[in-house]
């Protein structure tokens, strides 16, 4: 199993180029099933996640391919097509509930394996198949899958009006591709309106999907009967600029984040603000940037994770990490996922101060971090340990990064770039 061995006090310098966004990405991929078509993707990131996906449709029959340096892949999902996502693949990646909407939608059935059990939270699927049921398929959940299926004599799904009890946002993705091609119209109150939805949005309607509203929580679908294919390029990953973002503000240095959109991480700079990072963005003819510096020690801040445009929850694990090393103590509250305090011992074993109640902990800051072996639990979690070995004392060698591998692209590649002292050993 591969390892990082971090040796800690480097500041940072120089630029990193972001890239397309896992979360974006994936659910792009399965929109591919939505036609026979070949659908071409640009700017997909270099991820075991993605590679999971792929091997995923790949089992159901699509071709892939991929092209050029800058994350070109393609996909062409033309019949036959087997409906079915295996609890093998599905079990590794729960993003692969993500296929069920596209796939019942065009075929008229699926089955798709249920995840099971996740690091972060129970993490259900009821609302996808509430949300499936309302359009009218038949889902019956047997020997650990979804079966799903449309009635005797109906060839499409219809229209409904989904109102989730909560804002999901895969879900909201499966409703948006299983709706594009429905008969009639669909509402989606409350919807997630983080910036991959409207992303996938724009990537279905130049598939010839009608679509208005992405971006708010209502979103209109008018049901076409056939979509076509397109070139779609992948929006880029706020988590991965923000974590970048964190673990300057931590270190202190100067970075420049290139192809990064600040608005969509609007809540997490308003943060490294008020710490006293000092931080611009803007676009210039390369596209968009964040430069972010940092000097000296920063003030710790409390915050609470809800939807977007709130505080990611995906973010909560690197900006403790910069808590722990902060002046001041600051209350941090999770509010998405029951069980995403993983990384806490793993950081009070660098020597952070942490208490945590529920769904609160309490960081109290200190002057330094000392380095240790610490464990890796799940993708946010590692990247907040690898931002905590930065900034500690001596080595630091956090175990299992194939979490890491999961989610950040080349991450320490990037990392050392821009001045860090990180190694991958076996
Ligand atoms: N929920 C239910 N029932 C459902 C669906 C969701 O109870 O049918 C609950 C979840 O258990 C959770 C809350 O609703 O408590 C929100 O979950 P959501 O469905 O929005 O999460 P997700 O779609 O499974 C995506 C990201 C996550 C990210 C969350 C929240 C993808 C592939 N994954 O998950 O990303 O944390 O939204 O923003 O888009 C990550 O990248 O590290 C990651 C975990």
């Given at each position: ?53 792929r091997?995923?449709?790949n ?54 394996s ?14 996808h198949?509430?949300g ?66 409207p ?13 208005e ?17 397109c ?8 988590i ?11 270190t ?8 990064a ?100 902990a ?23 340990l690898?931002i ?13 990064i194939?979490?890491l ?8 590649e990037?990392?050392?770039?821009i ?8």
């Amino acid at each position: 199993m591969d390892k990082l061995r971090i040796t800690g006090g480097r500041t940072l310098k120089g630029e990193v180029t972001i890239s397309g966004a896992k979360n974006a990405a994936l659910p792009e991929m399965c929109a591919a099933l939505l036609t026979d078509e070949p659908v071409r993707l640009l700017n997909v990131p270099r991820l075991h996640d993605v590679a999971t996906m792929r091997r995923l449709l790949n089992n159901m029959g699509v071709k892939t391919e991929t092209h050029g340096e800058r994350g070109g892949m393609s996909f062409q999902a033309a019949d036959p097509i087997q409906p079915e996502a295996p609890y093998e693949l599905v079990k590794t990646m729960r993003a692969s509930v993500l296929a069920l909407g596209p796939l019942l939608a065009r075929f008229g059935h699926a089955k798709v394996s249920l995840p099971g059990g996740c690091a972060i939270g129970s993490r259900p699927v009821d609302q996808h198949i509430k949300g499936l049921q309302a359009m009218g398929a038949e889902i019956v959940v047997e020997h650990g899958y979804m079966v799903a299926r449309l009635p005797q004599g109906r060839s499409r799904l219809h229209g409904a009006r989904i109102a989730t009890d909560m804002v999901t946002v895969t879900g909201t993705e499966n409703f948006l591709m299983a709706a594009a091609l429905a008969e009639g119209e669909t509402l989606l109150e409350n919807a997630a309106q983080e910036p991959e939805i409207p992303d996938l949005c724009e990537m279905l309607i130049a598939m010839g999907a009608k679509i208005e509203g992405h971006g708010t929580s209502r979103i209109h679908i008018q049901g076409v009967e056939r979509l076509h294919g397109c070139t779609h390029q992948v929006v880029a990953d706020r988590i991965e600029a923000g974590t970048f973002l964190c673990a300057v503000a931590a270190t202190g240095g100067d970075v420049v984040l290139r192809h990064a959109n600040a608005h969509h991480l609007d809540a997490v700079i308003d943060k490294l603000l008020e710490a006293g990072a000092e931080i611009e963005a803007g676009a210039e003819a390369a596209g968009a940037f964040i430069r972010i510096r940092s000097t000296g020690r920063l003030k710790a801040q409390s915050f609470r994770t809800t939807e977007y445009p709130g505080f990611p929850t995906d973010m909560q694990a690197q900006f403790m990490a910069l808590n722990c090393i902060a002046e001041g103590t600051a209350k941090v509250t999770e509010t998405i996922f029951e069980n995403r305090f993983m990384h806490v011992n793993e950081l009070v074993r660098l020597g952070a101060r942490i208490q945590t109640d529920g769904k609160v902990a309490v960081v109290e800051g200190i002057d330094r971090l000392s380095g240790a072996t610490v464990m890796a639990t799940d993708l946010r979690a590692s990247a907040s340990l690898v931002i905590a070995g930065l900034v500690a004392e001596g080595q630091t060698v956090v175990d299992r990064i194939y979490h890491l591998d999961r989610g950040y692209d080349q991450m320490e590649e990037k990392l050392r770039g821009i001045g860090a002292d990180i190694v991958r050993f076996k």
